[in-house]
């Protein structure tokens, strides 16, 4: 066991570096995020993922605890230390009618989550997640700048479109059961990060002509807060029926806006000089984001293996909304509209319990989703669909020891967007690995 033990401290050291990193960074190349504070993050790791992100009705997933913080009220199941962390890798194909496609690629830190048990029945939550990520950079090109009819006129005007950052959610929560068959939970999460967006109108073949750039940087921090309940109905000793519902609070959290309207010219080269004057320019406005209100609601089946032998199974169903047509910055309506969500999936162990055959101890995911997301661009509703697969990897560990380890592998495959009314369709394949820790920390044994 100590050599996962290092393997494991030596991989946390590793995402935590690469987090430092990556912070000033745009983690997204999706025109899409442009919209609102940027791509919204499920929150949920990969062995959810690989179910097609149904989460609000698990727990317990093929024998290992899981960290769940879409359903803290999860946390009243878990009665070993968890450690759970893990990457996420994009690979993005944009493509639009008339002007071909593009491909881009990205990785980053996915989430750092620990988990403790208080009490039998009652755990503590706690870990850093991605909340929003927001990365574009794209170009529109418009003829005759000077909206002239001489043929003369052969000026294109350029208009640039560029944005960056991140949000991250730090979070701890408590989740405790109620009897048998009842818990719920609640996280207290801090968001924050830095959003930076630029704008800029240009004619660069034209020395004399004065370009102008719009420059917003944003400073996000505020608390929100996560609530949800399980309710579990025991068929037998290994067959479980569970009801789950959840809830992210639509607070408002402080940003902090600079906003700066600047021009400059370009020289006989082409290249770009300093500017030339600051039109507007507004240093450290304060005013509030209000954020979505969004619910979860939740159901799964479980059957767990007998002691000796038989697989074990989970499948589930998720549906969830979010009022994101309430979203404003500093007052003004983000433009957006409501979403829906469906997550279907499961997963199946062979046999949980085989000591000779490694392929009978895994598990096995495929999940789908469908969503009607908050964007509507040109008339036109933006859908995503989506499949995923998913694997869980159960590592040889030593039957004296009470620390298990696995490790989690899913992959998302899907479509967003449409190349109809000028838009852009995005195919993307969604790359998730973690490492998750089962121990039991903080307790005694008594000898004879």
Known sequence: MIKYTRLFIT???AICILEARSQSTATTSSPYSRYGIGDFDSQLFPQNIGMGGIATATNTIGGFNAINIV?????GNINFTVIDAGFYSNSLTLSQS???SEKTSNTRLSHIAFAFPITRHSALGLGLVPYTELGYNYVQSSPNGFGTS???DTNTVKYSYTGEGSLSKAYIGYGFGIGKHLTIG?????IFGNLKEDQSTEIPTLSNFLNSRIEQDNHIGGFNFDYGTQYTFDFSATKHLVFGYSASVGNKINVQNSFIVSQYYFDTNGNENVPTDSLINRQNTKSKIQLPWINHYGISYQKEAAFESGASYLIGVDYTTANWSNLSIGGV???LQNSRTINI???ITPNPNALSNHLLVMSYQLGFIY???YLNINNTDIKKQAVTLGLGIPLPHDRASSAFYKVNISTEIGQRGTIANGLVKENYVNFHLSFTLNDRWFQRYKFD
């Open 71 to 75: 359903n803290p009220a999860a946390y």
């Open 186 to 190: 609640a996280n207290a999460s801090y």
């Open 98 to 100: 008339g002007f071909g």
């Open 11 to 13: 991989f946390l050291l």
């Open 333 to 335: 309506n983000a433009g």
């Open 345 to 347: 999936g499961g997963q």
């Open 371 to 373: 969503e009607d997301t």
């Open 150 to 152: 001489s043929p003369t």
